[in-house]
Each structure stands twice: as structure tokens, then as C-alpha cells.
């Protein structure tokens, strides 16, 4: 049976739902289907509204004051996001909106209301929309995933799935949240990159380590090319496995007759010590 499709209506004739009538406000900019499902659209009184641990921790006074300008002069066009329980309001997402109209001494705001969700839903959805903001710093990001995980006890694998992330970056993530606290600090403070924390990480020598940690936090590393050329690398690891390799390949070479190797993979195995020999000679 074919489908059938509602007719096609020029885009100047859609109609639009208008909440200005009831929030006093012209435009509204929803960014999260997800976000919204059940909830509902309310105005809320500011000093009802309780403000918990969010994902961002670093606020910039110039960026709020700017922010708080910005909503006098054009009103606040993404809402607040509250949870609603016996105990009241929550702020789940929007604390710098929030701030922003405590500091214009605001009453109230328009909110998504949302009701019966679990403390496991209601991190997902913080996390999603403030990531989702390119002011949050991958160090807020980190800590939010750590939390997350820590909260909920879910797996890699869970936490790609409930946060909508990849799972190359939840483990990087979760590698960057456990670094020591003063690190992550200079990684704020000196605009650090991510991959410098990652490759820091990774370093097994304690004394490297610690001499590389002193670096950082003085904020003499924060490009990733600068953490490469600072860390000193095993000086004769390539050695160690070159020789491995010609062990190998000489072994292979002397039980090859053993083996009852093929033809063909006789010619490879003698082409492959040619060219080991031919490298050693250079």
C-alpha cells in the first residue's frame, strides 16, 4: 500500500506557536528533542529554584556581566531547565543564565519543567546540554563523564551510548578527570591542549613524570608538539626491537627446511633478511 504524504505548504505559510503571550518573551531557540520530551513550559521564580554541582566550574565575571547585558537588552532565549520534585525546583541546566539574571536581580525565568526523572536521566541531560556549549572546557567535560560514571556505576560501552559520545573519547575523558587536580587546573589556566594531559598520561617513568608535571603546571607545555620535544624518550628502544626482529627472521630462516615452508613463503622469508640486512648496513 503507498504512502500518503500531507500536502506541501510554502514555508511564509507554516504556522508557528507563539509563547510570547504567556513568557513575555519573542524568541525561544530549542537546540534538544530529547531535552524537551515531557516537559513543560513555565515561568519560575528565581529564589525557588535550588542550584546543585554542575558540569562547568569555571565562570568568567567579564563573560556573565556580558551575558547579563545581553539578556536585559534582548530577554533569555534559551530557558532554563529545572527538575520538579517534593523538595521543590532543581537547576539541572543554565546555571550561567542563571547567574546572569541573578545579577540583573530577575524574579523570575521561563523554564522546562521536568518531573519523574531519575538522578541517572537528569545527569545525561546535564551533561548533553552543556557539552553541547563551546565555552565548557574538555576539563569540565572530563569531570562530567567521571561523575557520571562514578554515579551511575556504568560501563564505557553505557556511558557512549547514554551520553551520545564516542568511546575513544569517554576513555580520554575519564584519563583526563583522574590526572592529578593541579594539572587540570594549569590545563584552565594555560589554555592547555587536551593531548598534551593524554600523552602525560602515558609517560611510565615517575621521575619523567614528575619532571614533566612541574612543566605543566608552570605552563611552560601546553601544545601538544612542545610536550613531544620535552619528554625523553627510551633511547634504545628501536634497537632493542630491531634486533628482536632480526632473531626472529634468523630463526624462521634456519628452521624453514623443519617448517616445510612452501616455495613462495621461502622467497618471502629470504627477501624480508635481505632487506633487515640491507637496513642494518645503512
Avoid at 92 to 118: D, H, N, Q, Y
Avoid at 131 to 160: M, P, V, W
Amino acid at each position: 500500500m503507498a504512502k500518503s504524504f500531507a500536502p506541501r505548504v510554502a514555508k511564509n505559510e507554516r504556522k508557528t506557536i507563539d509563547l510570547s503571550d504567556k513568557l513575555g518573551r519573542d524568541v525561544f531557540k530549542f537546540s534538544d528533542d530529547k531535552l524537551l520530551r515531557d516537559a513543560k513550559l513555565d515561568e519560575i521564580e528565581l529564589k525557588t529554584i535550588r542550584v546543585k554541582e554542575q558540569v562547568r566550574t569555571k565562570f568568567n565575571d567579564a563573560s556573565l556581566k556580558e551575558l547579563a547585558e545581553n539578556i536585559r537588552v534582548n530577554g533569555l532565549i534559551q530557558p532554563l531547565v529545572v527538575h520538579q520534585d517534593r523538595g521543590g525546583f532543581t537547576l539541572i541546566c543554565g546555571e550561567r543564565r542563571f547567574r546572569a539574571m541573578s545579577l540583573l536581580k530577575m524574579e523570575k525565568a521561563p523554564c522546562f519543567v521536568l518531573t519523574g526523572k531519575s538522578e541517572k536521566e537528569l545527569m545525561a541531560i546535564q551533561f548533553s546540554e552543556n557539552s553541547s556549549r563551546e565555552e565548557l572546557h574538555y576539563i569540565d567535560k572530563a569531570d562530567g563523564i567521571l561523575n557520571y560514571k562514578q554515579a551511575t556505576g556504568a560501563s564505557e560501552r553505557k556511558i557512549t551510548a547514554a551520553l551520545g559520545i564516542s568511546k575513544s573519547e569517554v576513555h580520554r575523558s575519564l584519563l583526563i578527570a583522574k590526572l592529578p587536580t593541579k594539572i587540570k587546573e594549569a590545563a584552565k589556566m594555560y589554555d592547555i591542549e587536551k593531548y598534551v594531559l593524554v600523552e602525560f598520561d602515558e609517560i611510565e617513568s615517575s621521575e619523567e613524570k614528575k619532571r614533566i608535571e612541574d612543566l605543566i603546571c608552570k605552563g611552560e607545555i601546553t601544545k601538544r608538539t612542545q610536550m613531544q620535544s620535552k619528554v625523553k624518550r627510551p633511547a634504545k628502544a628501536s634497537s632493542k626491537a630491531a634486533a628482536t626482529n632480526a632473531d626472529l627472521l634468523k630463526m624462521l630462516s634456519s628452521k624453514s627446511k623443519e617448517l616445510k615452508l612452501d616455495a613462495k613463503t621461502k622467497a618471502m622469508l629470504k627477501n624480508l633478511m635481505l632487506e633487515h640486512e640491507e637496513t642494518a648496513n645503512r
